[in-house]
């Protein structure tokens, strides 16, 4: 997978703190299995209807950020920068962060805990190339979103890098194409593996990530309201500060009673 030979000296920097000075990769992982072990819940959330609750929503986590910038301010559009070149910049270094999130959870997100590709009641299917719809676990899912992700990013007829060259007339529904995807595996963070990412004290790393993601995606128009409308009680605790990184609020649900008994597949 993409997350296991990708070179990100800044995102690391943002991400890769270890939680505990000198605790090593092996001592962490065992803290999160015993975190889970106590909590009675497995990897990919699956618990019994009555502890349905959404403990990313819980109010003392929700508070938790690594930095307090206006992410409202830092996603205009510089004055004097191309628009493209903006919106380049910053579909690069999030698909880099979300990859980076990712992979501190990915040991627990496995074909057996993540059968499917689950958003609180929404499952993703991948669409191959000739559109063809693949159902697949969340790992396989990942692997495809960064896989393909990686290659647009990296191909110089779509997001050019040397002087002179231009943007595709696509550029932007290739963008728009991007962030979903990248919402998608957000998502599923949140909802499969947000004890884990409790249990790693990365919570404040992955709603800093969140918060800074869906402000850009809202202030260029990159996201469908329909398809964050699975996560818009979290957006709503998360980003209804004046600068966009509130924390505020009671944690509940603005979603109709119920909703999680039926399940979509997208």
């Known amino acids: 997978m993409l997350r296991d030979h990708c070179s990100l000296p800044a995102d690391r920097a943002l991400l890769s703190q270890p939680p505990t000075a000198g605790l090593h990769c092996k001592m962490v992982l065992q803290a999160v299995r015993r975190v889970l072990r106590k909590s009675k819940a497995k990897p990919n959330g699956k618990k019994p209807a009555a502890e349905e609750k959404k403990v990313y929503l819980q109010p003392e986590h929700t508070k938790s950020r690594i930095t307090d910038f206006e992410f409202k301010e830092l996603v205009v559009l510089p004055r004097e920068i191309d628009l493209n070149e903006w919106l380049a910049s910053n579909t690069t270094t999030f698909f880099h962060h979300v990859n980076l999130q990712y992979s501190t959870i990915s040991e627990f997100c496995t074909g057996e805990t993540c059968q499917t590709m689950a958003v609180c009641n929404t499952q993703y299917c991948w669409h191959d190339e000739r559109g063809k719809k693949v159902k697949c676990t969340a790992p396989q899912y990942v692997d495809f979103v960064m896989s393909s992700v990686q290659k647009l990013v990296t191909d110089e007829d779509v997001f050019p890098t ?8 696509s550029f932007e529904s290739l963008v728009k194409k991007i962030c979903k995807y990248l919402f998608h595996v957000l998502g599923h963070i949140y909802w499969a593996h947000f004890k884990e990412t409790l249990a790693l004290e990365l919570h404040g790393h992955l709603n800093t990530l969140y918060v800074h993601f869906i402000l850009f995606a809202r ?3 990159l996201l469908d309201p329909k398809e964050t409308a699975v996560l818009d009680d979290l957006t709503e605790v998360l980003c209804s500060g004046p ?19 039926h399940v979509k597949e997208r």
């Open 162 to 169: 040397k002087y002179g060259r231009e943007f595709p007339s």
């Open 243 to 261: 600068g966009g990184g509130g924390g505020g609020g009671d944690g509940t649900s603005s979603g109709a009673p119920g909703a999680q008994n």
């Open 219 to 221: 202030e260029f128009n």
